[in-house]
């Protein structure tokens, strides 16, 4: 398809499992965005990439998140010993060059739901 | 840190009623302002934007926002509501510039259309 493709669109897991969320990113955009939508909130930024590296992973919650994007395309986030408080849609967004934040050109995918259990 | 608060968490208006989704920031600078729409089984997508120039600015799907800096303010309007309006809508602010790659999105106001 055309748009961000995200995988799985729904995920159960058991408390202190190990999560890997996948973002399949509009082909020829550079920029990947991963953020993180808890029930009845906004989204909330996790990582930026520009190409292969990550520029910005301020937003991650701790080190249990880590997100690698190693050849520029597609992206993982990966959550290590889950926590019930980790349940929430995991938003995956991309941009093309040039654009961005700074021109607002941000595509979302429709998300990853996560349940820990 | 920039904020964003969006006070109306449910709205409901009638097919063909005006609509006025309000959204207020906290920034020292001039921010960059954004609307997105939620719709169920579809990701973000992106109304409308200002970054600088006219304070009022036009989107897709007929809806328009105003920025008013004295009332540090962003709200988002359409003279008439279709049903297919139904949906969540965010707020957002990029509050640095060129080099911040960070969205503070408000929780979002959920509108209901009735017919």
């Known amino acids: 398809g055309a748009g961000v493709s995200q995988t799985p669109s729904n995920k159960v897991t058991e408390k202190g499992k190990y999560v890997e969320l996948r973002c399949d990113p509009i082909?020829?955009?550079?920029?990947l965005y991963w953020y993180r939508q808890s029930l009845g909130q906004g989204p909330e930024f996790l990582i930026y990439?520009?190409?292969?590296?990550?520029?910005?992973d301020s937003g991650l919650p701790n080190d249990r998140f880590f997100a690698v994007r190693p050849e520029g395309s597609v992206s993982t986030l990966k959550i290590q010993r889950t926590e019930r408080g980790d349940s929430a849609v995991y938003l995956c967004?991309?941009?093309?060059?040039?654009?961005?934040?700074?021109?607002?050109?941000?595509?979302f995918g429709e998300g990853s739901r996560l349940t820990v259990l | 840190a920039q904020s964003v608060t969006q006070p109306d968490i449910h709205i409901t208006v009638s097919e063909g009623a005006s609509l006025e989704l309000r959204c207020n920031y906290s920034?020292?600078?001039?921010?960059?302002l954004f609307w997105y729409v939620q719709s169920p089984g579809q990701g973000l997508q992106l109304l409308l934007k200002?970054?600088?120039?006219?304070?009022l600015v036009q989107g897709i799907k007929g809806f328009e926002a105003e920025f008013k800096r004295s009332q540090s303010s962003f709200n988002l309007r359409k003279p008439s509501v279709h049903w297919s309006d139904a949906a969540e809508y965010f707020c957002?602010?990029?509050?640095?510039?060129?080099?911040?790659?960070?969205?503070?999105f408000g929780k979002g106001t959920k509108l209901s259309v009735i017919p």
């Open positions: 920034y020292g600078a001039t921010p960059y």
């Open positions: 957002a602010v990029e509050g640095s510039g060129a080099g911040s790659y960070q969205l503070t």
């Open positions: 967004a991309s941009s093309p060059p040039g654009g961005g934040i700074n021109t607002g050109e941000l595509f």
């Open positions: 200002y970054f600088s120039g006219d304070t």
């Open positions: 082909s020829g955009h550079t920029a």
């Open positions: 990439f520009q190409g292969t590296g990550a520029a910005d």
